[in-house]
């Protein structure tokens, strides 16, 4: 494989094969499957429908999803649409400006030159290419044996365009609260672009993000916005963040419906 880099972005080419590709979804696929109330892992994946690298990583976020191969451990996923391929010939509908500046956050933190697409991150603590079915479940088995403060979500609920909820957990002055409402399915057909004529198939796809103090974990009432959110299951996701290290110290996620 090899990188294609600029001051703007630097985007993955892979030369594995199909084939080769599906060899590494079969060594992913393991038959335990973990319960929801195993030890969360926060994981996300940096994505565009403008880059011809990427579906492969979309298929291996929604597989985790569905199949949560560790046992004991929950996998909380995230699609973060980012905006450097609106440029390249197609405007993913689902990117934001603020899952560019997250992602860049991350690249200062781990100390690498550029961003680029597909790129996982696992509980602010591994990076790796996104699409790499080995290397996730290593940064998996990493994080599912670190321990993590417990969060709760309460009183969720739609209200005119918001949700409103509350969080209960340990928070401290080094941390930060995280929350975000997520599309829990979408698609698109791609017209233009690197996946002209392709159905692109995504899941948990990130539609607003909201930072908090984090002393906003002793049940308080929050508030996020969700207009614009497409009708179906959206799924709220909080987790608290160390402020200094940028790692996640817990998560939790919840589905409404309108």
């Known amino acids: 494989m090899h990188f294609f880099c600029s001051s703007t972005r630097c985007s993955l080419r892979s030369a594995l094969s199909g084939a080769v590709l599906g060899i590494a979804m079969m060594a992913f696929s393991a038959p335990a499957r973990a319960a929801d109330s195993g030890t969360p892992v926060l994981v996300e ?111 969720a609920r739609w209200d005119h365009g918001m949700v409103g909820f509350s969080v209960h957990g340990a928070g401290t002055p080094g941390e930060r609260l995280v929350a975000v409402l997520a599309a829990d399915a979408t698609h698109t057909e791609v017209t233009r672009g690197e996946n002209a004529g392709r159905t692109l198939h995504h899941v948990a796809v990130v539609r607003a993000i909201k930072d908090f103090k984090g002393d906003a974990m002793d049940g308080r009432p929050l508030k996020l916005e969700g207009k614009g959110l497409p009708d179906g299951p959206v799924r709220l996701v909080v987790f608290a963040v160390d402020e200094k290290t940028g790692h996640t110290l817990g998560a939790a996620e919840q589905t409404l419906t309108r």
């Open 45 to 155: 994946l940096f994505t565009s429908e403008g880059c011809s690298d990427c579906p492969p990583a979309d298929t291996l976020l929604e597989k985790l999803d569905k199949e949560q191969p560790i046992a004991g451990m929950h996998a909380i996923v995230l699609s973060e649409h980012v905006t450097y391929w609106d440029r390249q010939g197609w405007r993913d509908p689902f990117s934001m400006d603020e899952m560019t500046e997250r992602q860049q956050a991350y690249a200062a933190r781990f100390g690498l030159r550029d961003v680029y697409t597909p790129q996982m991150v696992v509980d602010g603590t591994a990076q790796f290419v996104g699409s790499n079915a080995q290397a996730l479940l290593a940064a998996l088995q990493a994080a599912s044996g670190r321990l993590k403060q417990p969060l709760s979500i309460e009183n």
